[in-house]
């Protein structure tokens, strides 16, 4: 596979800001669109638009067609098939605030106590891989936030001592694959092994990690794995929640209404089986054939392009990094693990005594889309004592020049301030 070739298919990125060729380094936030998933997405409301799952004409079975696609396609990509579901969401937010949710409401109306049941997650995770389990406090859930290494990777050993104390009480383990700050990879192989010997339910937040790292669930045992599509080139609009199998009986639904029951009287319902009860109303069918169409786009480039382009540009980007942090050492901190193995395409800095806005500002000046502030991690922020990062996040059409562009531009930014 030729980047050049991958490039072309963005058609967003043969955009100019200024006189300055774009340079779009905030995948982290959002990846940009291929052609074919445009394409997709506009022939679907062309040529196949349809509710599913309820009418039986034509147009209703040629988009019931796509959408099962979808999952399908899904399920092969971190083979899931035969081991567990997916539920379509709008995002990787819902589908977390779905599974804690469809726990709680499950145990609620068993008439279970709470007041001693514990969830536990990280300092380095994304608000939304956080707030719904800190929100279970007014129920009496216990929260546990699990520290971080000096680089900002998770501290294991904290983790690994407090399952084996209080597994009996764990609802649920909530980590990310990868920071959307620090882009430090978690070890999930370590972490799958230690809820696999300590029977505890773990769900793995792969919003960042989804378009590039390959994931196997079956291997991992996981119970849960969330993704948000628009990380991985697919519409806004749409994600979706992995569930093991037997994890099923554990959860109600979330949103319940159209599409989530047989039978209903007025005093009883009876949900549908299978997944189909967590969330009700009409799904983004449109959103799951573009998400098919973006795993088609990164299957068709490979997984080993992929790894081998995340590898090179990110080894690219510490020796930049290390130059910088001597040059400008007092001025500029890197946050983020120096070992090319256990990072991934985000990179962030924070530059003492400016504001967030400041170097982006000056960034888009140059054409370049960058991100500056807490990056929906609040707490990760205050854990590592800064106020904010400005970041830089990659994707697979970025190139080494962009990643040289980046860091020259940099460069450039703290002479300016330094004068």
Known sequence: MDLYEVYKQFPVLQKTIGCNKLIYLDNAATTQKPLSVINALADYYKKSNANVYRSGHFLARKAQKEFDKARRLFLEFVNGTNVGQVVFTKNATEAINAVIMGIVYKKLFRGEDLADKVVVTTYAEHNSNLLPYLRLQKLGVKIKIVGLQQDGAIDYKELEEFIAECRKEILLVGVNHVSNVTGNITD????????????????????????????????????????????????????????????????????????????????????????????????????????????????????????????????????????????????????????????????????????????????????????????????????????????????????????????????????????
């Open 188 to 419: 999930i192989e370590r972490i799958a092994e230690l809820m696999r010997k300590s029977h505890v339910v773990w769900l793995l937040d792969a919003a960042q990690s989804i378009a590039h790292l390959p994931i196997d669930v079956k291997k991992l045992g996981l119970d849960y794995l969330v993704f948000s599509g628009h990380k991985m080139y697919a519409p806004m609009g749409i994600g979706g929640v992995y569930i093991k199998a037997d994890r099923l009986e554990d959860l109600d639904s979330y949103i319940i209404g159209g599409g989530t029951v047989d039978r209903v009287t007025d005093s009883k319902m009876v949900y549908k089986s299978g997944s189909e009860f967590l969330i009700g109303g009409t799904p983004n069918v449109g959103g799951a054939v573009g998400l098919a169409e973006a795993i088609s786009f990164i299957n068709n480039i490979g997984r080993a392009f992929l790894q081998n382009h995340f590898k090179d540009l990110i080894e690219r980007s510490l020796d930049h990094v290390e130059k910088l942090i001597s040059k400008w050492k007092g001025t500029l901190h890197y946050i983020g693990a120096q070992d090319s193995k256990r990072k991934s395409g985000v990179f962030s800095f924070y530059i003492r005594g400016f504001t967030e806005l400041d170097p982006v500002r000056y960034f888009d000046e140059e054409g370049i889309a960058v991100r500056g502030g807490k990056h929906c991690a609040h707490l990760l922020h205050q854990y590592l004592k800064i106020p904010y990062t400005l970041r830089a996040s990659y994707a697979v059409y970025n190139t080494p020049s962009d990643i040289d562009t980046f860091f020259e531009v940099l460069d450039a930014y703290l002479s300016v301030i330094k004068d």
